[in-house]
């Protein structure tokens, strides 16, 4: 089955610089992406997702990168803002609307 | 608000007694999902429904989880003969069902805690 190994397990950036938070997936027939914002008791939170026919997806602050050769994908969150501390979860799908593997989790830490 | 509702969003049992959770969906939504989440891990998928059937279920779901859906709307979950590793969040999520990769939006979830 799918897996989905993410890293760093924590970041830490000053406030004003760039994260970047990385991805790999193991089945190629994977080709939907999602990402989530989880702060602390709270429910995840979509920020942003990419489908397989598409390499780049930016929304404001955040982007996401999609390598389907390599099988990687990548979030991209630049200007950090203290309100951006949380944990980011990405996660890999086959078809329309099934299941959700997700990675273990970044703790992201917006040092103000 | 129309988002994903769970309830309750605590419970605390003794272990050996029986649970139940419900996951009220977006109302448009025709896709329910169940994920469980422990501490410092991502949610790990157990099941989830398309309308009334139930279409997949994961290894992680023992004989002791059921799940419905009856009328394709609000789901239940219950755990029997609950276990001290039954504890856990339980996340319900829902998403519309169509030729294309669809969302899914996730309630606040059950956490659970077995005395």
């Known amino acids: 089955g799918e897996n989905v190994e993410q890293h760093p397990s924590t970041l830490s950036v000053q406030e004003g610089d760039s994260a970047v938070i990385k991805c790999t997936y193991s089945d190629s027939a994977s080709n939907y992406f999602p990402w989530y914002k989880q702060e602390l008791g709270k429910r995840p939170q979509l920020i942003i997702d990419?489908?397989?026919?598409?390499g780049e997806k930016k929304d404001q602050r955040i982007a996401v990168t999609l390598n389907k050769t390599a099988k990687h994908f990548s979030l991209h969150i630049t200007e950090t803002q203290p309100e951006d501390s949380a944990v980011y979860f990405c996660?890999?799908?086959?078809?329309?609307?099934?299941?959700?593997?997700f990675g273990a989790g970044t703790i992201l830490r917006v040092k103000s | 608000d129309t988002g994903v509702s769970q309830d309750p969003r605590h419970k605390i049992t003794k272990r050996g007694q029986n649970v139940t959770f419900r996951c009220d969906p977006i109302s448009e939504h025709n896709r329910l999902y169940w994920y469980r989440q422990t501490l410092g891990q991502g949610p790990e998928f157990l099941t989830y429904?398309?309308?009334?059937?139930?279409?997949?279920k994961s290894r992680l779901l023992s004989d002791r989880f059921s799940a419905e859906r009856p009328k394709g709307s609000f789901s239940t979950l219950e755990i029997q003969r609950t276990e001290q590793g039954d504890s856990a969040m339980y996340l319900c999520?829902?998403?519309?069902?169509?030729?294309?990769?669809?969302?899914?939006?996730f309630g606040d979830g059950t956490r659970l805690s077995i005395l």
């Open positions: 429904f398309q309308n009334e059937a139930q279409l997949e």
């Open positions: 990419i489908r397989s026919n598409v």
């Open positions: 999520a829902s998403s519309h069902r169509d030729d294309s990769n669809q969302p899914q939006h």
């Open positions: 996660a890999a799908s086959i078809e329309g609307g099934n299941k959700l593997v």
